[in-house]
């Protein structure tokens, strides 16, 4: 019979690219093992995984599934337990921003934009509590700036993730004490891949007292210490937005 699985197992959704992906770095070089979530990034989300076997061999497991179709979220939970004996982290990461001006809105557009920045994380949430709490684990939510400063023509993205930001508040509530939730809410840290407008994004930039974005590893950081180091902290927003949240 196998040993029993010793070293802390992280679920990272969306975690084949940007963001997701340096999480998922982080976190394998903290000593987890990860099972990394993907939805059609699957070259990128095998590159991944192959460079972090290349450390330490049998330490990922890929999964590829669409958020939306419920029936899935509790097999990732199921899968990454079947894979690795336990789960230590669950890390909502992955989202879908899309803008929805007022008047324009369709219920199908709603109902993607909630699906993976709420009804998902609420679900897989649900699912992991159990081993989370055999194991003494935690939530990190990836929230947003945008969900307590509204941004014009994305009402739909802001609600599902103020919606993000109640859940982590109420889990919080209801899985302590052995289960911590918290929450990182970054600000500018990667522009959207299909916007070019630097005029805007330097407005931004003139807006934030630190005067820079964030990065991917800052965020990643941030994720790490609130699932290993902040023994503390339940139903708290960690902010990493250089300070955008405190101007006009």
């Known amino acids: 019979m196998p040993a029993a699985n010793t070293a802390p197992v992280a679920l990272v959704t969306g975690a084949a690219r940007r963001i997701g992906a340096t999480i998922a770095r982080t976190l394998h070089g903290a000593g987890y093992d990860v099972a990394l979530h993907y939805r059609s990034s699957d070259a990128e989300a095998r590159a991944l995984a192959g460079e972090l076997e290349r450390v330490r061999p049998g330490s990922t497991l890929l999964l590829q599934a669409d958020l939306s179709e419920f029936d899935r979220l509790p097999e990732l939970i199921a899968h990454t337990v079947g894979r690795f004996g336990r789960l230590d982290a669950l890390v909502n990461n992955a989202s879908t921003f899309t803008p929805t001006p007022i008047g324009t809105v369709t219920p199908t557009q709603w109902d993607a934009l909630f699906a993976s920045n709420a009804r998902a994380p609420f679900f897989l949430a649900q699912a992991a509590a159990p081993h989370l709490q055999a194991t003494g684990g935690a939530i990190v ?56 407008d630097t005029s805007a994004q330097e407005a931004m930039l003139a807006r934030t007292p630190l005067g820079r974005t964030g990065t991917p590893e800052e965020v990643a950081e941030a994720v790490r210490w609130l699932l290993q180091d902040a023994s503390y902290s339940t139903g708290q927003v960690l902010h990493l937005d250089g300070g955008r949240l405190l101007g006009a």
């Open 141 to 196: 939510n990836l929230g947003d700036l945008y969900a307590e400063r509204p941004l014009r023509g994305h009402a739909i993205y802001c609600m599902a993730k103020a919606a993000l930001l109640m859940m982590t508040r109420s889990l919080a509530l209801e899985l302590g004490p052995k289960v911590r939730v918290n929450a990182v809410s970054p600000g500018a840290i990667l522009w959207p891949e299909e916007r070019t």
